[in-house]
């Protein structure tokens, strides 16, 4: 259902968070959203429903992404539901799942999603790449948020190339039908060495041409050693709607 009919239903939200490509800081952002809850006291849960590109570790396959979210969030969930599907091959979900033999299946990724949701006042879902990542042989990570029926919220990195592949990914789910929550512009690269003058104008132009899809926030750059207090207290203007 979609988050208007969740929340007044159920009394609970949840959201979506694609990125415009692969790399563009969706669990960075997916983390600080979800740590930034918890500290204003919300009981937030998180979910990455397909990871690839995993480290493999003493013969287990660990979903780097997904413990980041876990932590983020401070939960008690096990990696298996937070997690149902994960592999090592740094491809296209629906690559690296063929080439391991198996299937991802949405009816299971949903199942985990609605056990998941009972538990917590707030749903976070992290997808993988961006919205037109394949996941199955033929459905993309679009085809899993229709499944799953929620808003989305889409992160962009703040860089050349930011203004198009966002109005692309707006464009891509307008089509869809899916609701568009708002944009998280983020910061990735540190502003003292990367020369980018496109960062200065990004956020302005992205706003005119989606007068009705807000940005949420703009993300700084954040340094690797900044505590976790610190870093969540970045996203405490994003959460604010939430």
Do not use: W
Not at 148 to 173: Q, R
Not at 186 to 192: A, E, G, Q, V
Not at 220 to 226: E, T
């Amino acid at each position: 259902m979609h988050q208007e009919g969740y929340g007044r239903l159920m009394e609970k939200s949840a959201y979506f968070i694609t990125g415009t490509d692969t790399g563009v800081g969706k669990t960075f952002v997916s983390a600080g959203i979800a740590a930034s809850l918890k500290r204003k006291g919300v009981d937030v849960g998180v979910m990455k429903p397909v990871e690839s590109g995993c480290a493999e570790r003493g013969g287990l396959v660990i979903p780097e992404d997904a413990v980041k979210l876990k932590e983020a969030a401070g939960v008690d969930d096990t990696l298996d539901e937070i997690n149902p599907y994960r592999f090592i091959q740094p491809l296209a979900p629906s690559i690296a799942a063929r080439l391991k033999g198996e299937q991802v299946n949405f009816e299971k990724i949903k199942s985990s999603f609605e056990g998941l949701a009972a538990r917590h006042r707030i749903m976070l879902v992290e997808g993988a790449g961006g919205l037109m990542t394949p996941v199955t042989d033929d459905e993309t990570i679009a085809g899993l948020v229709k499944s799953l029926d929620l808003p989305l919220i889409i992160v962009a990195a703040s860089c050349l190339g930011a203004i198009n592949l966002t109005l692309l990914t707006v464009h891509a789910a307008r089509s869809l039908n899916i609701h568009i929550k708002g944009v998280v512009l983020n910061h990735p690269h540190d502003p003292h060495t990367a020369q980018d003058k496109s960062r200065d104008y990004n956020c302005e132009e992205i706003e005119r041409f989606l007068e009705e899809v807000p940005i949420l926030g703009v993300v700084p750059f954040v340094k690797n050693d900044m505590n976790k207090v610190e870093a969540a207290s970045v996203f405490d203007g994003i959460t604010k709607g939430f």
